[in-house]
C-alpha cells in the first residue's frame, strides 16, 4: 500500500529563492526584537505590510503559473495545501493557549480567552479586535495571546476568495500583464479607500485591524505575482539588469529608515498615501532578489544561511513569539526588557523549531496521519474527530458561564455589586432617559447597558470614540492632532439628538484626554495648570452647559475621571515616548487629580450643576485592578464588561439621588 499523497503542489518556474527566504528571515528578525524591547524602532509595524506583500506575490504567482500549465486552478488542492501549512501549528499554539488561561493567565485575560480561540480558529480575530477597540499599541494590561492572529485571520479571508478572484478575472484577462495590471488598480483603489476611512476620523483599530483598509498590501503582492510568473513555455519575465539592483537597494533603504522612523499614529500613513509607498519599497525587494538565475550582492546578503533559517521558520516564530511575550509581561520579569527579551526570544526560538520539527513539517509532507505513522486510520480519525471538536467546546465553555451559574444568577440590582457600600440606589424614572457625552469610556458602557438589571433606565449614546471635549487640537507625544470632522459634528449634534431622544438629564464625561497639553488659536501650546489650559477647559464646560440648557435640559452632572496604570510593558513605544514628551499626562493617567480639581471648581461656580465623583468611588484607596472582586478594565481604558453593571449601579445611584434633591 501506498503511503498518503500529499496535495500536488505546482512550484514556480523560478525555482527555490533562498533570498526570499533570507528577506523573510531578516524582517521578521527585526520584527521579532522590536515586539521584545527594541528601542527606537517605531515603524516596524510595517514588517507586517511585507509579509502580506510576499504572501499575496507567493500564492498569486503559484495560481497562475498553474493555470498556464495545466490549463485550470485546482481551488480544492489550493486550499487543502494551506490547511496542511498554516493549522497544524496554529491548533498547537491555540491549545497551548487554551491550557494556559485554565491556571496560569491573568483574570482579564482568561475571561476573554474563549471568544479569542473562536475567532482565531475562525479566522475571524482582526474583527474581533475592531469591535473591542483593541489599541495595539497602548493595550498591554493583560493583553489577549492571540491578539496576533488578526494578521492570520486577514490572509486567511485573502487565501479563501484569491482562487476565486483569478479564475473570474482569467475568464476576461488571457494575458499575465493585464492579470498583474487589474490586481494593481485594485490595489489601489484599496489604497485610496484606506486614505478615505483614516480621513473620515476612523478610529486606530479600525484602521489598523481591518481587512479593506490592509488588503492593498495583498493585492500588490498578487500583481507582481500575475507580473512575474512564468508562462506555458517556462519563459520567466525580467527587469532589465540595470533597474534590478538599484530598485533592491532603494527598496530596502527605504524600509530601513521607514522602520525607526514613522510612529503607527502618523496621519501621514494613514491619511497620506504612506501605507502604499511602504508596500512599493517591498515590491522593489521582491523584484531585485526573486530571479535566483541572476546573482546579485543584494541577494547574496539575504543568502546568509542563519537569515534563510529564520526565514524558513517565520510561520513557527510569528505564532510563538506574541503569546511567549503575554506570558513573559505576567512574570516576575516582564519589566525588565533586556532579560525578558533575552529570555523571550530564547523560548520563541525554540518552540517555533520544536513545532516545526514534530508537527508542521511532518504533516506539510504527509498530512496529519504523518504525525502517528504507526496509528492504523480508524484510531487517528477517532482522534481528531474529538480533539479538534473538544478545543472549540473547551473555548466556548470558558467564555460563557456554566449552567450552575446561570441558574444562580441573580436577576436584581444585587447581580451588579454595589462599588461603595450604602451608595445610593436607582429609583425608577427619576430620571429615565440619560444623555451620556464623552469619548469612548462612556460610549463602551453604554453599549454594555445592562437593561435586565434596569429596566426602567433608558441611555442615550451622545458620546463618541476618541472625541476630546475641548475643541482645540491635541498636542501629544506623537503630533498635533486637530479634531475630526467626525467628532466635530458629533459634539456641535449632541444637544440637538439629546432633544429628539427626550433626554431628561446628561452626564458629561472627564476625559484623561483633558490632562494633555492644547494648541490655542494663536498657535500658543497650553499645559495642565496653566491659565490659558483652565479657562479653556471652563469656556467648554460653559458652552456644553448652556447648550444643555437650549435643548430643555435641566440637570447637567460632570463625572469625574478614574485612575488607571498605563502599560509599561517592554517594547511599549507610546508609554517611552509620552514619558519623554509629557509626564505630567502619565502621573494624571495613574491619579487624575489636577484634571478632577478642574472638574471640581467649575461645578462649584455652576450651583445648578452635579459632581458625579466615580474617581472617589473606585480611587479611595488609589488603583485597583479589581473592585469587589470584578476586574475593572479590560484594556487599561474602558471598564470590563464584568464591572460595567456595577458601574451603571453606581452611576444611576448618583443621578437618581441628584435628580430627587434637587433644587
Known amino acids: 500500500m501506498s503511503g498518503p499523497r500529499s496535495p500536488r503542489r505546482y512550484r514556480s518556474a523560478y525555482g527555490h529563492t533562498p ?19 527594541l528601542p527606537h524602532a517605531d515603524g516596524l509595524w510595517l514588517a507586517i505590510n511585507t509579509f502580506f506583500v510576499l ?81 495595539y499599541f497602548g493595550d498591554q494590561a493583560n493583553p489577549s495571546p492571540l491578539r496576533h492572529a488578526w494578521t ?26 493585464r492579470l498583474g495590471i487589474a490586481f494593481a488598480v485594485l490595489s489601489l483603489v484599496a489604497s485610496v479607500h484606506l486614505v478615505v476611512v483614516a480621513s473620515s476620523g476612523a478610529s486606530f483599530p479600525r484602521l489598523y485591524y481591518s481587512t479593506d483598509t490592509r488588503v492593498s498590501a ?4 498578487s500583481a507582481l505575482g500575475a507580473f512575474f510568473s512564468a508562462g506555458r513555455d517556462g519563459v520567466v519575465p525580467r527587469v532589465p539588469r540595470r533597474w534590478v539592483s538599484p530598485l533592491a537597494w532603494v527598496g530596502v533603504l527605504s524600509l530601513v529608515a521607514a522602520f525607526f522612523s514613522i510612529g503607527p499614529y502618523s496621519s501621514w500613513v494613514w491619511e497620506r498615501g504612506g501605507m502604499l509607498l511602504a508596500n512599493l519599497g517591498t515590491v522593489a525587494i521582491i523584484i531585485g532578489i526573486a530571479d535566483p538565475a541572476r546573482p546579485r550582492a543584494i541577494a547574496a546578503v539575504f543568502e546568509w544561511r542563519p537569515v534563510r533559517e529564520v526565514g524558513r521558520l517565520t510561520y513557527s516564530l510569528y505564532l510563538w513569539h506574541w503569546p511567549v511575550h503575554v506570558a513573559l509581561l505576567a512574570s516576575p520579569i516582564g519589566d525588565q526588557v533586556l532579560l525578558s527579551a533575552v529570555v523571550g526570544l530564547s523560548l520563541t ?19 496529519v496521519r504523518a504525525l502517528l505513522p504507526r496509528a492504523r486510520r480508524p484510531v487517528l480519525l477517532t482522534v481528531a474527530a474529538v480533539a479538534v471538536p473538544a478545543l472549540v467546546v473547551g473555548a466556548t465553555l470558558m467564555r460563557a458561564p456554566t449552567q450552575e451559574a446561570l441558574a444562580a444568577e441573580p436577576t436584581t440590582m444585587d447581580a451588579a455589586p454595589q462599588v461603595v457600600q450604602g451608595q445610593p440606589e436607582y429609583v425608577p424614572g427619576s430620571p429615565t432617559r440619560i444623555g451620556m457625552v464623552g469619548d469612548s469610556v462612556p460610549w463602551y458602557l453604554v453599549e454594555r447597558f445592562p437593561e435586565r438589571l434596569f429596566p426602567d433606565a433608558q441611555p442615550v449614546n451622545l458620546a463618541h470614540e476618541g472625541c476630546d471635549l475641548l475643541d482645540a487640537p491635541l498636542v501629544n507625544a506623537f503630533e498635533t492632532k486637530a479634531t475630526t470632522p467626525q467628532c466635530q459634528e458629533a459634539k456641535d449634534s449632541w444637544p440637538r439628538r439629546a432633544k429628539e431622544a427626550g433626554v431628561e438629564a446628561v452626564a458629561v464625561w472627564g476625559s484623561t484626554l483633558l490632562s494633555l497639553p492644547h494648541e490655542q488659536p ?57 514619558r519623554e514628551a509629557t509626564p505630567e499626562y502619565l502621573d494624571e493617567y495613574s491619579d487624575p487629580v489636577r484634571t478632577n480639581a478642574l472638574l471640581r471648581d467649575w461645578v462649584e461656580a ?11 468611588a473606585v480611587c479611595a484607596d488609589g488603583y485597583t485592578e479589581e473592585v469587589q472582586g470584578l476586574p475593572l478594565y479590560d484594556d487599561a481604558v474602558h471598564f470590563s ?23
Not at 155 to 173: A, G, K, N, R
Not at 349 to 367: I, M, N
Open 349 to 367: 526560538a525554540l518552540l517555533a523549531h520544536l513545532s516545526d520539527r514534530y508537527v508542521e513539517a511532518p504533516v506539510l509532507r504527509g498530512g
Open 19 to 37: 533570498a526570499l527566504d533570507g528577506f523573510r528571515g531578516l524582517f521578521m528578525a527585526l520584527f521579532l526584537v522590536g515586539h521584545f524591547g
Open 606 to 616: 455652576h450651583p445648578d450643576t452635579r459632581l458625579l465623583d466615580l474617581h472617589g
Open 152 to 177: 492570520l485571520a486577514i490572509e486567511e479571508q485573502y487565501y479563501l476568495l484569491i482562487p476565486l478572484v483569478l479564475l473570474l478575472l482569467m475568464t476576461v484577462l488571457r494575458s499575465r500583464k
Open 522 to 578: 494663536d498657535g500658543t501650546v497650553v499645559r495642565l495648570g496653566d491659565p490659558g489650559h483652565t479657562q479653556m477647559v471652563f469656556s467648554q464646560l460653559d458652552r456644553m452647559h448652556e447648550r444643555a440648557g437650549e435643548a430643555g435640559i435641566r440637570d447637567f452632572y460632570v463625572v469625574t475621571v478614574t485612575c488607571r496604570s498605563f502599560p509599561k510593558g517592554p517594547g511599549n513605544d507610546e508609554f517611552d515616548a509620552i
Open 218 to 221: 495583498l493585492l500588490m503582492g
Open 55 to 135: 504572501s499575496g506575490f507567493f500564492i498569486t504567482r503559484l495560481l497562475v503559473e498553474e493555470r498556464a500549465v495545466t490549463g485550470r486552478v485546482d481551488a480544492w488542492r489550493f486550499y487543502q495545501r494551506r490547511a496542511r501549512r498554516l493549522l497544524p501549528g496554529l491548533l498547537l499554539v491555540v491549545s497551548a493557549i487554551t491550557v494556559w488561561a485554565l491556571d496560569l493567565a491573568p483574570a482579564g485575560q482568561a475571561r476573554r480567552i474563549g471568544g479569542d480561540v473562536l475567532a482565531t480558529l475562525g479566522f475571524a480575530m482582526n474583527w474581533r479586535l475592531v469591535v473591542q477597540g483593541d489599541q
Open 641 to 663: 464588561p464584568e464591572a460595567s453593571p456595577m458601574i451603571w449601579r453606581w452611576l444611576l445611584g448618583q443621578v437618581s439621588q441628584a435628580w430627587r434633591t434637587r433644587g
